[in-house]
């Protein structure tokens, strides 16, 4: 997995302030957390609504392009441990305009959370006279 330290380093960013979306060794994407808001359901979907200027959401769109539904990436924010999820696609990006602010374009990222077994949750048997010895 990519370092946390490298990606601050190229990108110039605060990790502590940042969510990072990381898709093999070369594709990478921070964001500042201030610009997006979390919804997590209890069938483990998520979705992560930014609220971006024009560059970023261009960033963010070309990022996103190259996945195709079900893909595995892997997010962290604030630099609280990289979670596995499953890309399930990209809103429609509305634009929000205001006098108050810069205008902002929204779009949310769905996600669902990829399930991992631990390779240490199965124990080889240790005993021929009992099958359920090496159930952990």
């Known amino acids: 997995m990519i370092k946390l330290d490298d990606v601050a380093r190229d990108n110039d960013v605060n990790l502590d302030e940042s969510v990072v979306f990381v898709k093999g060794k070369e ?15 209890s069938d483990d979907t998520m979705g992560v609504k930014f609220s971006l200027t024009p560059k970023q959401t261009k960033e963010l769109e070309k990022f996103f392009s190259k996945f195709q539904n079900g893909e595995k990436f892997y997010f962290n924010i604030s630099q609280t441990g990289y979670r596995p999820v499953y890309y399930r696609g990209l809103s429609p990006i509305s634009k929000e305009v205001s006098q108050e602010y810069e205008s902002k374009f929204n779009v949310t990222l769905f996600m669902q959370k990829a399930i991992a077994v ?19």
């Open 27 to 41: 594709d990478i994407l921070s964001v500042n957390i201030n610009s997006l808001g979390i919804m997590q359901r």
């Open 118 to 136: 631990p390779d240490d949750n199965y124990f080889e048997p240790t005993c021929e006279c009992c099958e359920f010895c090496h159930i952990g």
